[in-house]
Every structure is written in C-alpha cells, then in structure tokens.
C-alpha cells in the first residue's frame, strides 16, 4: 500500500499585524519531495509520527510537501495559493495510492482566503476524487470548518496544551488511516461548534487543570468504545471570524449519528468549565511590584504579546515597568526590534548609548521606550529547540543582540520566532536561572520551567493576544457569544457545509 504524506502548518490571527510570506516559510521549513523525510526524522513533529505509523504497518510513504511557519497574522495569498498547488497536484502526480495524511494546523488565515485548510482540503478531495481515505491532524487550536470535515476522513486534534503530543498525533491520525486503507474501518467525522471563545492562557491541560478534566472525558468516551477518536478543540481565539467558535469532533465507524452525538458532549464539558479558564492576571507594573514581593524566581508571561498566539514580540510595556519598578534588579527580557540590533551592531560590544526599543511594527498600543544601555554581547540568534512541537528543529531570531541596564539584560532579536523555554536567552548567553525577573511572550511552554522557587506571573492589557477576549473590539464576531454573553444554552455555530 502507498500513501502520500505532507504538511502546511501555520497559526493566524486576526489582531496581528505581521504578514508571514514565502521567506518566512523558507526560513523555517519549506520542503518538497525526499527532503520532507529529512526535515521530519528525529523530530517530534505530528508528520514524524504519521510517518512512522505508515512505516510500521509496512505502508510505503510517499512525501510531497512541508511548510512550516509559526504564528503571525496572516500568510501571503500567493503563498496559499503555490502551497495548495504543489500539495493537490504533487499528490495526483502519486497516484495510484491509498490514502493521504495531511499534518495541518488548522488556525490558518490570508488575507482574502479565511479557511485555507479547507480550501486545500477541498482541492485535493476533488482533485483524487471519493475513494481515498485522507486523514488530517491538527493543532489543539484549530478552527475546524465544515469544509475541513466534509473533505477529510478523519480527523484527530493534539490534546495537550503545553504541547507534548504532537508526534502521537500524527501517529494516531496515520494509524486510523491504515486501518481505512485495509478496509477495516469505514471512519466518519463529525463536529459541533458553539459562538464561544475560550483564554488560551486558561487552557493547559496539567494536573487537574480544567481541560485535562475535558481530555480524561474524551478518553473515556474512546474507553467506552462510543467513538475511535474524539477531539476538543478550544481554538485559537483571535480570529475575527463569525463562524470561529470552541469545537467537538468526533470520528466514528460509519456512524455518523453517533460521531455528532460524541462530538456533541464533549464540546458541552468543554463549554460547562467555561468560567474554569479564566485566570488572574496584572497589568505589567503590578506583575513587577509582585514579582519584587515573591519568594524565589518569577516568570512573567507577557500574554498581550505572545508571539506563539501570533502577536509581534515587540510590546514594550513590560521593559518600561521593569525600568521604572525594578531597575537594579537582575532581569531578562527578549523583544524584537531589528533597527535596535542595527544600531547595537554599529556601535560595537562595551558601546554604551541611547536607544529605542519595542513598538517598531506594532504602534496601536505602545510607543518605543527609551534607554541608554550598555551593548554586552552580539549573536547570530541561532538555536536548536530542546522540546515541545518543534523540538530538533533550528530557531533562527536573526541577528540580536544583549543590551545592558542595571540588573536587566534586554534580548532584542530581529525576528519574533516561537519562545519554547530559555533556548533564545541561552543562545544569546542569558541565564535566566540566574535572574529574579525572566519574561516570556509565550503562553505554554513556561510552564515545564516551573517548579520550587520559580512560579508566574500573567499580564493583562492591550496587544495582539489579549487575555480578555470580551474587551477586544471584535469586527465579524457576533453577539451573542461567550465570555461577552453567558447563555446556558450558547449559539450553535455552523457545523455541515
Ligand atoms: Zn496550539
């Protein structure tokens, strides 16, 4: 048996002004043909994991395409629009095959195309016709389109928020597809959806957090043998669209009454915690008075800036705060700002001068902070991912550089890359073991850097991720929705084409 694998990952959102083109892709991960199993072997990657399930059950894998691009706002259209065409028609020059496994995201927006996996997926479904079994895995925040479900067999969702299963995954997705390609399963995916919009932030799934109690559901309706896989989908919350909404789905055995049913419970124990996942968080003035009155180390989650939610690194309110609050205090914090590292570059290692920081591509909110500071040491940015979903893989922030103030060391890179742990502050020769103060604008992976004597801190405030979904001034999202609007009963969003 054959199959042909490919992947096309990226995270939009609608706040963001950052607009991820073709070089981006390039420069995290753009391959085709034989070189997509290069890029994938030894990662932990969703499309490593569907490989290796194809492998085992002695499949034959065909490789077309991977694209990698983070979060941003949104890609190119002429970037969708060359993507869509080496998958579709890379997968038809394959044929004959006998199934397709497709590694997504799920999150992704351009500017004019709002549900591209859909559009790729309805592509290649019209393109290789009904009979192949195409299987899809997607990031826990995906915003699941009835286009998607409608042209895809199965479809398997992440359920851990930090991360961890990415490679499981694929695994997962890949290994339904066997069974389909042998002829053992008929498998059918459903969705429900609700006008409901959920903190990211809120949504870890450790412990006894409250979606780790929405996974132990979902595994228990897999346990009781009601579905073969069922996924909850939380999504990504900035994307100003009227049909984004928190999702259930559900693949069943030829029945799809019984996928909706599934697909239905879990997205209402997802909606009954709704109130679980808000958190406390302060603006950055009161986060640096409390740090300063915390025990042990404190990690501040700039959560308005995340770059992993697709906000553009550069918010400086948390630099100001610390400055003003707690400048002799030892301190990292990483921002983006390629003019800043060209000036730094210009004036040398031990140089001290002025200069301004933060707010360069992004000036709704803020304004550049001004600092006379101290350039302690120069770097090319480059680092290897030691975990999560893009563990192996090469982090590139470009050309930065390490300015000093006080206690603080401030990380300016010159592009906003994905925050794992303190890979970017290591690299750049930053301990943050080392400081009271440590700043992230990411809102998972900090959390494996938590323990005795180092514990967090959230920000609230303005940015292109916000916290308080229900302050953002929404252009397409209808009312009533949740957390604006508590209805016991929410709105029902689209959930068939
Ligand atoms: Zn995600």
């Not at 390629?338 to 031990?350: D, Q, T």
Request: with cysteine; aromatic share 6%.
């Amino acid at each position: 048996m054959r199959a042909a694998v490919a992947s096309f990952e990226f995270e939009g959102n609608s706040l963001s002004l950052r607009v991820t083109t073709r070089a981006d892709f390039a420069r995290m991960g753009l391959h085709e043909g034989a070189a997509v199993l290069q890029a994938a072997e030894g990662k932990d990657l969703a499309l490593t994991g569907g490989i290796k399930a194809l492998r085992e059950a002695g499949v034959k894998v065909v490789p077309i395409f991977a694209a990698k691009g983070g979060a941003g706002g949104h890609i190119e259209d002429s970037f969708l629009g060359e993507a869509l065409h080496r998958i579709v028609e890379g997968i038809a020059a394959a044929l004959p095959l006998d199934g397709v496994y497709l590694a997504l995201h799920g999150a992704m927006i351009c500017a004019e195309e709002k549900d591209p996996e859909g559009a790729v997926l309805a592509a290649l479904r019209a393109r290789i016709g009904p009979a192949i079994p195409i299987a899809v895995s997607l990031d826990l925040h995906a915003h699941v389109t009835p286009r998607m479900v409608a042209a895809a067999n199965i479809v398997v969702g992440y359920e851990t928020y930090p991360h961890v299963d990415a490679y499981r995954t694929g695994a997962c997705a890949a290994g339904l597809l066997v069974r389909a390609m042998r002829g053992e399963i008929r498998p059918v995916t459903r969705i429900r959806k609700y006008n409901a919009i959920v903190p990211v932030l809120g949504g870890a799934t450790l412990g006894d957090a409250p979606m780790a109690k929405v996974a132990a559901e979902a595994r228990a309706m897999e346990r009781a043998g009601r579905a073969l896989s069922v996924s909850y989908f939380p999504v990504q919350p900035w994307l100003d669209m009227e049909d984004v909404g928190i999702t259930g789905l559900a693949v069943t055995d030829g029945d799809p009454a019984g996928a909706e049913a599934v697909a239905q419970d879990i997205l209402d124990a997802m909606y009954a915690r709704r109130r679980d996942f808000e958190l406390l968080a302060m603006t950055p003035e009161e986060a640096v008075k409390a740090a300063l009155r915390m025990e042990g180390r404190v990690l501040i989650i700039d959560t308005p800036d995340s770059i992993g939610g697709g906000a553009s690194g550069d918010a400086p309110a948390l630099l100001a705060a610390i400055l003003s609050h707690a400048p002799d205090v030892p301190a990292a914090l990483a921002i983006v700002d390629p003019a800043a590292v060209r000036h730094a570059e210009k004036l040398g290692v031990g140089a001290e001068a002025e200069f301004e920081i933060g707010a360069w591509q992004d000036t709704r909110w803020f304004k550049p902070v001004r600092v006379t500071a101290r350039v302690e040491r120069l770097c090319d940015g480059n680092f290897v991912y030691r975990g999560g979903p893009v563990a192996g893989a090469t982090g590139r922030l470009g050309p930065s550089a390490v300015l000093r103030v006080g206690g603080l060391r401030i990380l300016v890179a010159s592009h906003a890359v994905y925050e794992h742990l303190d890979e970017h502050y290591a690299a750049c020769g930053i301990d943050i073991g080392a400081c009271k103060i440590a700043s992230f604008k990411q809102l998972m992976n900090f959390r494996k850097l938590l323990g005795p004597g180092v514990d967090f801190i959230a920000l609230h405030g303005q940015g292109g991720t916000p916290l308080r979904l229900q302050d953002v001034a929404w252009q397409h999202r209808r009312r009533p929705y949740w957390p604006a609007d508590d209805r016991d009963v929410p709105e029902r969003l689209p959930d068939s084409v």
